[in-house]
């Protein structure tokens, strides 16, 4: 495939994942999709008789399946303890890292078992087996035979086990997996972590991930649609229906022509209404496979209708409009729930997000879950779905290298199959910061992995997180690459624009810088690799790694360099595990590098990011908090992140000056800074001015007194009975005028009552050893955050936070049927 580099066109779709509950959903009779979600039995440890259909699991723990084994703890430093030198970062010799994969029980064998009855549909009936990931290496047994098994845990995979299901009866399933310890640089999660589904379906019918939808041709009066949907069967017809938002069907065709397995449509969609991120507009296919006039199968397929370019000296542009992805990289993980996917809580990191001003994710570095794209697809994020983290040279003795060889083709495959018609999608990484970036073999490797892509999906283009920029100039591996990615290395943007042909770059990662909410240090100065005691990092927003950068530096770029595309900020939230700049101090085990802290709470940083990218709200943000007990008249910095171009600092209603913003340094053009304040308790405030200098909004923050009471906040106050929803209560505590005490430490417990059930808790400390799945913790920086899950049962739910120096308190939340 010959693309040129110069320009690179692109038009947008999206697969339905509906998530089904326990149940089905059913497309007439022709279809039934399951979602295998209760009553399954899960075992640690090695078994070598757990295959068979009638082994006896009956004292086996009853587990809900999406489910991470790990997450339950404890932490232990000895736990996947690694000594090795990490080369990304720099290191030339090893040292003992306890806490880089979280220092959670993720190594070793599980079991998953689980009894269902196949439906029967018909005697000619195909059954499948679809699973959304499985970490690791999953073996699956169905009536005590082995039917399938993969390796990547990442990635997506089905099985048709026709030959196996016994339909109308109980099926006996049984899936083992194994984590080989030094297999990840982060927590990667254990067991049934994402969705398993059982689909039914008639022998006639369209194949698995068989349609795909593009919109070749975008123009306000009409859009093409291509649709091309591979079927099974013998004299059959295709009939497509194109619904809008609304439910009201805008166009339809009709096909009995077919090239090979395949149906190829083009259907035409008149005043199309376009996908974007500040408008995500859906469209619905809806697919009938007619055996005559019998009909067979019917799949429902979402899709966005948009066009994206690349293009040299311009850069990238959404439905004729230029832009600059505002992204951010995001683990997998979810913070306490660990690697189990949940709606409830990817829902809640983009609504974060999206305040922010963020409109673009990156699935680093690993290939993302159908419910995050769908999340995407309908909130309105561009998205760059990522692959591996290794090729064929490994980073961690049992990583992806050894697989590489043998199986990165058919996880492509999967990948782009299972998630093309999403039209969040703007682009592919096959690969972050890869050993392979040195040599002739790795430029190889490099157009093998992004020719599959092509040829899987030939309307979106590829990257790669590039580390090793001037070997990547040198090799000819970064001319190659539909889009060069750099990670870091700001120095070397012009130098690679200029060598690069494409005529852009892709900040595909950026800033690292790294902070813990509400902690500060002084003095206050830019520091690399800074380390403290306690064991946290200041939340100046001045300190990064060696590597690595402040958020100010990449501003600059992406707005003085139109050829700079944007930027992928590592990361959105804190994840577990890469405790950089403490990998070697224990009892750290998750990372500082978030926006948001792991409980989902923002930092500081979160309102610099704000300031610039929420273009639609004003942002006035003050630090630090103003209880200094101890530091009277001592030097203390005051930073406000704001929109606004100038302000106003009082301390104790004495005005410390006017700040404008200015390009004499990167700090100066994106901050406001007061930088010789001397500390006296009472109350700090700020006052932004508007270009005509007129006062228009104000913060402040006042040295708070004795713990009072506490304050609980929920993100949602009605959650679905569905046992699966979750709110999201932040617990605080306030001083008797009301006053936040952001120093408190305070330990609190926690009891649900009525139709929900404690689920989990987290403070954001990335030092704390305290089980998440415990009803207690201590508040961190005068915070921490409880979830509340539903039950299947609609009703009242009542949340109480109690502590032994602090008035207990309570919230009512309301859980609704579903309707299911």
């Known amino acids: 495939m010959n693309i040129p580099k110069n320009i690179f066109k692109v038009t947008g779709l999206k697969l339905l994942a509906a998530s089904f509950f326990i149940l089905l959903s059913a497309y007439g009779q022709n279809r039934i999709e399951i979602e295998l979600t ?56 090893p040292t003992e890292k306890t806490g880089r994969t979280g220092a959670l029980p993720y190594t070793g064998e599980g079991w998953y078992r689980n009894s269902f009855k196949v439906p029967a549909l018909s005697k000619g009936q195909r059954t499948l087996l679809v699973f959304d990931g499985a970490m690791s290496e999953p073996r699956v047994f169905l009536n005590g035979k082995l039917v399938g098994q993969w390796n990547y845990g990442y990635n997506s995979f089905y099985l048709d086990v026709t030959g196996q299901a016994l339909p109308g009866q109980i099926n006996q399933l049984a899936v083992h997996l194994s984590n ?45 649609v291509n649709i091309k949907t591979s079927v099974r069967g013998e004299n059959l017809r295709l009939v497509t229906q194109v619904i809008d938002g609304q439910g009201k069907e805008v166009a339809s065709g009709s096909t009995d022509q077919r090239f090979g397995n395949e149906f190829d449509q083009n259907i035409e969609v008149t005043d199309p209404k376009l996908w974007s991120p500040e408008s995500p507009y859906l469209y619905t296919a809806v697919s009938k496979v007619y055996q005559g006039n019998v009909l067979k199968d019917e799949v429902k397929t979402r899709f966005g209708i948009r066009e994206i370019r690349y293009e040299a000296n311009k850069g990238f542009s959404l439905n004729g409009q230029v832009r600059k992805f505002k992204g951010v990289c ?21 609504t974060i997000l999206k305040d922010m001003g963020c409109d673009a994710i990156r699935s680093s570095h690993n290939m993302p879950s159908p419910e995050q794209l769908e999340l995407c697809d309908e909130m309105g994020f561009m998205f760059l779905a990522e692959s591996f983290d290794e090729w064929a040279k490994p980073k961690v003795e049992n990583g992806y290298h050894l697989y590489f060889n043998t199986d990165a083709e058919k996880d492509v495959v999967n990948l782009v199959r299972a998630n ?8 592919w990484s096959s690969g972050n910061e890869v050993p392979d970036q040195w040599g002739a073999e790795g430029v190889k490797r490099a157009k093998w992995l992004q020719d599959i892509f092509h040829r899987e999906d030939p309307t979106r283009p590829v990257t790669v997180g590039m ?12 001319a190659l690459l539909d889009i060069p990615g750099l990670n870091y290395r700001l120095h070397l943007y012009d130098e690679a624009y200029q060598a690069f042909p494409q005529g852009f770059i892709l900040g595909s990662e950026t800033a690292s810088t790294v902070s813990s909410r509400g902690i500060y240090k002084f003095p206050v100065v830019m520091a690399k690799d800074k380390q403290y005691p306690d064991l946290q990092s200041s939340s100046y927003d001045m300190e990064c790694c060696a590597w690595s950068n402040l958020p100010d530096d990449d501003f600059v770029l992406q707005d003085d360099k139109p050829w700079v595309i944007g930027e992928f900020v590592w990361t959105g939230f804190d994840y577990l595990g890469e405790p950089t700049p403490y990998d070697e101090h224990w009892p750290s085990r998750s990372s500082y590098f978030g926006i948001c802290d792991l409980a989902g709470l923002p930092k500081d940083r979160y309102y610099l990011y704000r300031s610039r990218w929420n273009q639609e709200k004003p942002t006035l943000h003050l630090l630090p908090h103003w209880n200094w007990e101890g530091r009277e008249g001592e030097t203390t910095p005051v930073f406000v992140y704001t929109s606004y171009e100038s302000a106003e600092l009082f301390l104790n209603g004495k005005s410390l000056g006017i700040r404008k913003k200015s390009k004499d340094s990167p700090q100066n053009r994106y901050r406001l800074m007061w930088n010789e304040v001397k500390y006296a308790p009472g109350t700090l405030k700020v006052v932004a001015y508007d270009e005509a200098g007129r006062p228009v909004a104000e913060e402040k923050v006042v040295t708070a007194g004795k713990p009072e009471r506490l304050v609980l906040e929920a993100d949602r106050t009605e959650i679905s009975a569905d046992g699966k929803d979750i709110s999201y209560v932040t617990v605080s505590v306030v001083d008797k005028d009301g006053n936040p005490c952001p120093t408190a430490t305070l330990p609190l417990k926690f009891s649900v009552g009525g139709e929900g059930r404690f689920k989990a808790v987290c403070n954001g400390d990335a030092t704390s050893l305290e089980s998440f799945e415990l009803p207690t913790m201590k508040l961190f920086s005068g915070k921490l955050v409880v979830l509340v899950q539903s039950t299947k049962k609609a009703g009242a739910i009542e949340l109480k936070v109690s502590g032994s120096s602090v008035k207990s308190e309570k919230i009512r939340l309301q859980s609704q049927s579903t309707g299911k």
Do not use: C
């Open 180 to 224: 080989l310890p030094k297999s990840s640089r982060w927590y990667p999660g254990a067991g049934l972590y994402r969705n398993v589904h059982l689909i039914v379906k008639e022998e006639q019918s369209i194949e698995q991930w068989g349609i795909s939808i593009t919109t070749p041709v975008v123009s306000a009066k009409f859009s093409k």
């Open 420 to 427: 093309r018609n999403h039209p969040s999608i703007v682009m």
């Open 467 to 478: 580390d090793q920029v001037k070997n990547t100039m040198q090799s000819g591996f970064g």
């Open 38 to 93: 209760d009553q399954w039995k899960f075992y640690k440890g090695k078994n070598e008789q757990a295959f068979a259909k009638d082994f006896n699991d009956r004292d086996w723990k009853t587990v809900t399946v999406p489910h991470d084994w790990a997450i339950s703890g404890p932490f232990d430093k000895e736990i996947d303890k690694q000594v090795v030198a990490i080369t990304q970062n720099g290191e030339q010799n």
């Open 330 to 350: 995001l683990h997998h993980d979810l913070g306490p729930l660990g690697a189990a996917i949940n709606v409830a809580a990817l829902r809640r990191q983009l």
